[in-house]
């Protein structure tokens, strides 16, 4: 909302948790290589079937996207690659908690990184820090906005 995007994108659909939310504020576009949209569509949601890696290129440019999609190293990469040509402000899921992802963030983006604690993701099975056996939870969201479009708001964090 902030941001004021037209089009946002969400790599990793799972349960059109992320989607759903970006969807109260604009058009959203959502990639997963699993699973349908609902017999009653999502408003504002087009939901592609597919390796993201293979359907990005394909389409437009986005205010914002999230993902949170492959969490091995090549898909990863190639991820963050198309997402910095298509997109203006990046959030990435499971940094500091998934090695590839954490190495990949680490390797593809610069000086333009904030990251953000993630105990309170919407949605996610291990809300509250806790993970389903009860472990703590200690890794975060990225964000890369390398045109500061976001400004005041990564600074109240």
Not at 27 to 45: L, R, V, W
């Amino acid at each position: 909302k902030k941001l004021n995007a037209k089009k946002c994108l969400d790599i990793g659909t799972a349960g059109f948790f992320t989607a759903r939310s970006m969807a109260k504020w604009c058009q959203t576009d959502t990639i997963d290589i699993i699973g349908e949209m609902p017999e009653k569509p999502f408003k504002n949601i087009t939901f592609y079937k597919g390796k993201s890696q293979d359907i990005l290129p394909k389409l437009g440019k986005y205010d914002l996207c999230f993902i949170d999609g492959d969490h091995f190293y090549e898909g990863v990469k190639e991820d963050l690659k198309n997402c910095k040509k298509q997109c203006k402000v990046i959030v990435a899921h499971d940094y500091g908690n998934e090695k590839w992802v954490t190495q990949v963030i680490d390797e593809e983006l610069d000086d333009f990184l904030v990251v953000l604690d993630d105990r309170m993701w919407f949605g996610a099975p291990y809300e509250n820090g806790i993970d389903r056996s009860g472990n703590k939870i200690d890794y975060g969201v990225v964000v890369y906005d390398p045109n500061n479009l976001l400004g005041e708001v990564l600074c109240n964090f």
